[in-house]
């Protein structure tokens, strides 16, 4: 995707994530690739709403990186505009594991799928081929540095969650050199 056709964004720090306040410039994003969710809105029928677009700061990373958004922090007096670092380093403020996420986050989103919060299954992320409403979320993936190793609760919890959800339950462990290994659990009926 080049720059020179795409349009940018422009977002805002509010504490943990980011606002896009203009809703045409929220509806772009979330239409091409599900990025955010429209404030208000728990599941959007359509990519047309009028409401702000919440991105959170991996987004803001990985869209800032693409240069597909602006992140601008009101609190900072001189230079308001964040870089994909700054963005980086307010993501590690607030999880250890931020780094890791944003990567495993990326090569997803480079690999074509939609990446969503896992929230509600217990993990990281809800990864999409085609994007939700579209289709079901085949994929959990839940990140695990490899300096915090996988430990055998990690492998129960991947295999009953796989059972009860009937997903393919991911681990990606993320070594010291940024390379991520994936290890897959699947769904299966006896």
Known sequence: MSNDSVNVAIAEIVDDRAIVWNPEEGMLLYRDGYFGQPVGIRKPKSHEFDKPLELSLLECAFLTRKGRLVVNDPKR???RTLTEEEIVSIGLERSDSFKERLLVYSEL???GYVV???LKFGTDFAVYERGPGRDHAPFLVHVIPQRDGVVPLDIVR?????TSVRKEFMIATVKKNGKIAYYSFVWHRP
Do not use: I
């Open 116 to 118: 969503r919060p896992g």
């Open 158 to 162: 991947a295999g009953r969650l796989a």
């Open 109 to 111: 989103r480079e690999r």
């Open 77 to 79: 007096k001189r230079k």
